[in-house]
């Protein structure tokens, strides 16, 4: 009988010493490593960015149509991980503010940038309120100031332009009113474009915007309705230069589109995504790759 109980003893102690090891092994992997992390991460139809910076700060990007951004954290942050040192609302569309209050009551949230135009959503409303309970230190996107993160990262902010606090957005157009960014780090540039349309393109290039970047977040889902020709060529995404035309700062070479799979608006789009590959874009589709990892 004590050699069955022994016998069990060190099974269940072999067990316990494995699942110890693993979590250990996980946590060891997740912990900062000296290099920018960049996460599409696979949300369904919407879009949860993540970005870990080399000392391990956190900024976290939109957050999905419901609360799969949440277990998507879960999966790439270290477990005891209870801080996200910025959020950022791009716009307060249900695809990409689902989870935003949820992450709230999980996590300390250092900032939360967001241009507090004023819509009717009841997830945008309780995201608000939590925000302002917490006393969370709001930024509001100003493309005449940057945002240094420390460890050589700074957030070049794009768009739009100030004065859309408090303001009442229309549904047909708060689109247009997405916050759009570039991620600096040594030669790497992000683009990351929330749901700008092509009108908004235009107007970013007109106000002599820099948008070169090595990586963009296709905007709108790949939707039709944006990645125009010009504003592709404008990020650097242009495998036959013309001597005429001014070269980009950096070359554009991966696009990476956040949608869901079998999602009812068919994105992306099939003439955007051609296009892409017209120009020589590695192309990658959460819907197909799920969540999507790159690091410099």
Same mark, same amino acid.
């Given at each position: ?13 072999? &067990? /316990? *010493?494995? #699942? ?12 900062? @490593?000296?290099?920018? $992390? ?114 050589? &990262? /700074? *957030?070049? #902010? ?12 229309? @549904?047909?157009?708060? $689109? ?121």
């Amino acid at each position: 009988m004590l050699n069955k109980l022994s016998q069990k003893f060190w099974a269940i102690l072999c &067990v /316990v *010493l494995l #699942v110890a090891l693993g979590m250990l092994t996980r946590e060891w992997m997740h912990m900062p @490593d000296g290099h920018l $992390h960049f996460y599409a991460l696979d949300i369904g139809q919407g879009d949860s960015l993540l970005i870990v910076t080399p000392s391990g700060r956190t900024i976290l990007m939109d957050a999905g149509p419901d609360l799969t951004a949440l277990q998507r954290l879960g999966e790439v942050l270290p477990l005891l991980r209870r801080r996200i040192d910025m959020i950022i609302l791009s716009h307060p569309h249900q695809d990409h503010l689902g989870a935003f209050a949820d992450i709230l009551e999980r996590y300390d949230v250092g900032a939360a940038m967001l241009t507090g135009i004023q819509y009717p959503n009841s997830d945008y409303l309780r995201m608000l309120r939590l925000l302002k309970e917490k006393h969370t230190r709001i930024i509001v996107p100003d493309p005449s100031k940057d945002i240094d993160l420390g460890d050589g &990262v /700074v *957030l070049d #902010v794009l768009w739009p332009k100030p004065g859309l606090f408090g303001k009442k957005g229309r @549904d047909d157009d708060v $689109h247009n009113t997405s916050v759009a960014l570039r991620v600096l780090y040594k030669d790497q540039s992000l683009l990351l474009t929330g749901d700008i349309e092509m009108r908004q393109e235009d107007a970013i290039l007109a106000a002599g915007e820099d948008v070169s970047a090595t990586v963009l977040k296709v905007a709108h889902h790949g939707s039709r309705t944006s990645s125009s020709t010009g504003f592709l060529i404008e990020a650097g995404a242009n495998p036959f230069p013309i001597p005429e035309v001014r070269a980009p700062p950096l070359r554009l070479q991966t696009a990476i589109i956040s949608a869901g799979r079998n999602n009812k608006f068919h994105h992306p789009n099939t003439d955007v995504v051609e296009r892409l590959k017209q120009f020589g874009l590695e192309t990658h589709v959460t819907a197909k790759e799920g969540t999507i990892h790159l690091a410099w």
